[in-house]
T-cell receptor, first 112, second 111 residues
Framework: DTAVSQTPKYLVTQMGNDKSIKCEQNLGHDTMYWYKQDSKKFLKIMFSYNNKELIINETVPNRFSPKSPDKAHLNLHINSLELGDSAVYFC???????????FGDGTRLSIL | EDQVTQSPEALRLQEGESSSLNCSYTVSGLRGLFWYRQDPGKGPEFLFTLYSAGEEKEKERLKATLTKKESFLHITAPKPEDSATYLCAVQANTGFQKLVFGTGTRLLVSP
């Protein structure tokens, strides 16, 4: 009964390829997020969706395109992958207001 | 710009040796301060939310406190299973729910 699940857990691919990461939450939350954790373990928000609507876009390159088919799912598609995209990507979800965010276990993306 | 600074970067304790982790923050109106624990290869696991200065929360060997400029995570008589990275994050009352994280404190508790 995983609350926030991401697939795949590991993604190894070549520079220039396009890849997608999927996220699903079964907590009934309205808001979902994507965060990027770099090699120094710094966690930074990329996007946030509330009820399928984009509400935060933190100056992420437009090669990154989130898509929310329904409020339980938030996918991340990345075009033309670059070496600097190597990181761990975390999906999270939360209820409204200042409710805590609950995180998935991450997708480790490695660009060769 | 909202900012969070955690210290120390790394801390090594003997089992039973109590200590504190610091989280200093600047935020344009605090909606909430959050503490998370992160184990290797896992996502951050929620521990506490603090909303206003003077508030304290406790869970087992952990106690979090909040002032207007900083938060402390006190660890009393730690055990090896408390070894993890502890992350602090703030949420501003700007109307959005974005968390701004610090870089964390890596805690290692030796038996």
């Amino acid at each position: 009964d995983t609350a926030v699940s991401q697939t795949p857990k590991y993604l190894v691919t070549q520079m220039g390829n396009d890849k997608s990461i999927k996220c699903e939450q079964n907590l009934g939350h309205d808001t979902m997020y994507w965060y990027k954790q770099d090699s120094k373990k710094f966690l930074k928000i990329m996007f946030s969706y509330n009820n399928k609507e984009l509400i935060i876009n933190e100056t992420v390159p437009n090669r990154f395109s989130p898509k929310s088919p329904d409020k339980a799912h938030l996918n991340l598609h990345i075009n033309s992958l670059e070496l600097g995209d190597s990181a761990v990507y975390f999906c999270a979800s939360s209820g409204t207001g200042n409710q805590p965010q609950h995180f998935g276990d991450g997708t480790r993306l490695s660009i060769l | 710009e909202d900012q969070v600074t955690q210290s120390p970067e790394a801390l090594r304790l003997q089992e039973g040796e109590s200590s504190s982790l610091n989280c200093s923050y600047t935020v344009s109106g605090l909606r909430g301060l959050f503490w998370y624990r992160q184990d290797p290869g896992k996502g951050p696991e929620f521990l506490f939310t603090l909303y206003s200065a003077g508030e304290e929360k406790e869970k087992e060997r952990l106690k979090a406190t909040l002032t207007k400029k900083e938060s402390f995570l006190h660890i009393t008589a730690p055990k090896p299973e408390d070894s993890a990275t502890y992350l602090c994050a703030v949420q501003a009352n700007t109307g959005f729910q974005k968390l701004v994280f610090g870089t964390g404190t890596r805690l290692l508790v030796s038996p």
